[in-house]
């Protein structure tokens, strides 16, 4: 039987109603988690915003000029909400990721197969895991702004546990007694942990995405523990748990190595790990958010987590070779990343070719894998014009471990104003592009109608604009015009989650049971 959108399900052997809604139930789920933790971040960021006029401190020249501030970097109530919120965007590109990947796998096994009993009700794991993960970044950020420890480590504990076990929901999915894209397993553990051709790899895709949570959970995990080696802690509440009661101190070089290998994920990989699904995206049917060509897709997963692993080794470990070997690593990885846009890119033309599409998600589909190239080109650019200006000024001294200080996080006190600038360049398209590309792919491989697909095109190009004229803005010290454009940037990443929330749900498709 067939799935047409009505309110029941015609089984092959005999019919079972299952009340559906309107919309996927867990598809909307994830949609409004995302919402509201988009939201939160544009809270935090008002906050931020809030506390440095009313302080005067400002991190730009132009702006203290303008608005008759101190430029500094050194006020801790400012720095501490800059933390929170680069905790928020560190860590809710990797939910989407994650959880909407983990998400199309249970679909996709799920509705192949003789057997069709409602994917949604085997995947209930995934959606508890994400309210929990909700509610535990919205406690992460009172916690935080009210120094509430050790409560602030526990919810961001939790909270990069769900996100760690979404892809443990799909393996455990395999137990089920159902037939799996067709074929039944007698040994279903032994079937997901082979490479699965005959089952179209999704499960190899997702122990990609195991392997890849294990590698930031590793990482993670490495932060209390040299923390309280090196008694480096810049909040006060932590100073008062490890530090005894000491003044806070700012982080060293081998914190600020775990750091930018934390940070590594949003930075670098996110962006190509979506663009490597939408290469695999099958042209014969656009509506479906499938993994596409299987061993592609797996295939590049696989290569970007072992560059993962290899850089996030090398990263951490405090000699010059492994600093330079980690530099090589990341080049290679960017270079890969651009390959697999552009491989993006040509996909789509492939699709305006065959006119496999309708017009509106071809205009989507052109637009996001254009503009998601533009972007990482232009946070490549600007991570090297920082990483090439600091080296020249030795605003970061390459005689010792502080050569690991390569993406801006972990600055030195002592930099120069162009360099500072460069750096806060860095940081804002860190802060932004991430989250708004793969919310933008997430809509292209959804199930959706014309509206939203030219929504979701429209406000991606412009976004993209208004990230370019950012960038010059900034640069050349043009306020207030780089507020504007910033401000112009930021409604389209509200607007395009609420595209996100307004797309139809893959199970409201033509499904065969």
Request: net charge positive.
């Amino acid at each position: 039987g067939y799935f047409n959108g009505s309110r029941h399900v015609a089984m092959a052997t005999f019919p079972i109603d299952i009340p559906l809604f309107p919309w996927n139930t867990g598809y909307i789920t994830l949609c409004v988690v995302t919402l509201l933790l988009v939201l939160k971040i544009v809270v935090v960021v008002g906050l931020l915003a809030r506390t440095r006029n009313a302080k005067k401190v400002y991190r730009n020249p132009e702006d203290a000029e303008k608005l008759g501030g101190e430029f500094t970097e050194d006020d801790e109530d400012v720095n501490r909400i800059s933390r929170m919120h680069l905790n928020d965007v560190d860590s809710l590109p990797v939910f989407i990721v994650w959880f909407f990947s983990a998400y199309w796998v249970y679909e996709e096994s799920g509705n192949t197969g003789t057997s069709y009993q409602g994917f949604e009700s085997k995947a209930w794991g995934l959606f508890v895991l994400a309210i929990i993960y909700l509610f535990a970044r919205i406690a992460h950020g009172v916690c935080f702004y009210f120094q509430l420890q050790p409560w602030r480590t526990l919810v961001y504990v939790i909270g990069d546990t769900c996100i760690f076990l979404a892809p443990f929901t799909v393996l455990g999915y395999v137990h089920k007694k159902d037939k799996i894209c067709g074929i039944e397993s007698s040994k279903p553990w032994l079937t997901a942990l082979t490479p699965l051709w005959h089952c179209r790899l999704q499960l190899g895709f997702a122990l990609c995405l195991l392997l890849h949570a294990i590698r930031r959970l590793v990482v993670g995990a490495s932060f209390p523990v040299i923390r309280s080696r090196t008694k480096n802690v810049p909040n006060p509440e932590d100073a008062k748990l490890i530090r005894g009661g000491a003044e806070p101190q700012p982080p060293g070089p081998l914190d600020v190595a775990v750091q930018e290998t934390h940070h590594f994920t949003v930075e670098h990989l996110v962006i190509p790990m979506m663009g490597a699904l939408a290469c695999s995206f099958p042209a014969a049917d656009m509506h479906k958010p499938s993994l596409g060509n299987p061993r592609a897709n797996v295939a590049i997963q696989g290569i970007l987590l072992i560059l993962a692993v290899m850089y996030s080794v090398f990263h951490m470990i405090p000699k010059k070779i492994t600093q330079k070997l980690s530099l090589a690593v990341l080049i290679v990885l960017q270079v890969f990343g651009l390959v697999i846009l552009c491989w993006a890119c040509d996909t789509s033309l492939n699709y305006k070719k065959n006119k496999s599409w309708e017009d509106g998600a071809l205009f989507a589909f052109a637009a996001v894998t254009g503009c998601g190239l533009i972007l990482y080109l232009k946070m490549v650019i600007v991570h090297w014009l920082y990483t090439a200006y600091t080296m020249a000024k030795r605003a970061l001294p390459m005689d010792d471990m502080e050569t690991s200080n390569l993406s801006g996080i972990g600055e030195s006190k002592h930099k120069s104003a162009a360099s500072s600038k460069l750096s806060n360049m860095h940081s804002n398209d860190v802060e932004n592009i991430p989250l708004m590309v793969v919310i933008s792919f997430v809509i292209c491989m959804s199930h959706k109608n014309s509206a939203t697909s030219y929504a979701c095109g429209a406000f991606i190009i412009i976004f993209t604009l208004m990230r370019v004229a950012m960038s010059f803005c900034h640069y050349f010290a043009l306020q207030p015009f780089r507020s504007i454009v910033w401000g112009i940037g930021a409604l389209c990443l509200i607007a395009q989650t609420i595209v996100l929330v307004c797309t139809h749900a893959p199970g409201n498709r033509v499904i065969k049971a």
